[in-house]
């Protein structure tokens, strides 16, 4: 069974801080995948990022980063400079190799950033 | 870019009706997904498709059914709708191979009364 575990249910920043979504996975596939989605209010959930389980290597975009850290079975992503448009719902989630393209998501952390 | 539409933003039905979820990508992927989205459940999956006139059930197929005769269009199907299906209904598409990124629509929120 696959599982993906978002501990922060919402988190309240102002605008310019740094802040981090923690994610934590569990899988028994040796190769799996990990994502990142944004719901803005809008509702469409837009794709962040893609994370192959062999690719440790932690990745920069503009002012988000994504940490992966194979040990600990987390994939966390910090926002820096927060702005209000980050203002949005995040999921973290995971498809493994046999799970035949199914994504598991986790509960989604709501970031609300204030001006 | 990725375009998934779905065919209505918001529905609102009564119980008993049949309801039909129309989604399509003109992206030629291979793979379509419904899920539904409720608040504390978050999203979990209905059916999906891998190909032309296949469907595979979720997490959560029951009161659900499935079309997908066309590769760009995958419908959703209520076939008589209850209370409980009450909820916002996404759609997404993939390619190719079946680890590939999930592309979203912009979502339906169904009232059911």
């Known amino acids: 069974a696959q599982k993906v575990t978002q501990a922060q249910t919402e988190i309240s920043v102002v605008e310019k801080e740094d802040v981090t979504l923690d994610c934590v996975y569990e899988t028994r596939d040796t190769t799996y995948y990990l994502f990142w989605y944004k719901q803005p209010p809008s509702g469409e959930l837009v794709f962040l990022i893609r994370r192959n389980s062999f690719d440790e290597q932690n990745e920069i975009s503009g002012r988000y980063s994504w940490n992966f850290q194979k040990s600990t079975s987390s994939f966390n992503f910090t926002i820096t400079a927060s702005q209000v448009v980050d203002s949005a719902v995040y999921f973290c989630?995971?498809?493994?190799?046999?799970?035949?393209?199914?994504?598991?998501f986790g509960q989604g952390t709501i970031l609300t950033v204030h001006p | 870019d990725v375009k998934v539409t779905q065919s209505s933003r918001y529905l609102v039905k009564r119980t008993g009706e049949k309801v039909f979820l129309e989604c399509v990508q003109d992206?030629?992927?291979?793979?379509m997904f419904w899920y539904r989205q409720d608040p504390g459940l978050g999203l979990r999956l209905i059916y999906f498709?891998?190909?032309?006139?296949?469907?595979e059930k979720g997490d959560i197929p029951e009161g659900y059914s499935v079309s997908r005769e066309k590769k760009e269009r995958f419908s959703l199907i209520l076939e008589s709708a209850s209370t409980n299906q009450t909820s916002m209904y996404l759609c997404?598409?993939?390619?190719?191979?079946?680890?590939?990124?999930?592309?979203f629509g912009p979502g339906t929120r169904l009232l059911v009364l």
């Open positions: 989630a995971l498809m493994g190799s046999t799970s035949y393209g199914k994504l598991t």
């Open positions: 992206m030629d992927h291979e793979n």
């Open positions: 498709s891998y190909d032309v006139k296949m469907k």
């Open positions: 997404a598409s993939s390619f190719g191979q079946a680890n590939g990124a999930q592309y």
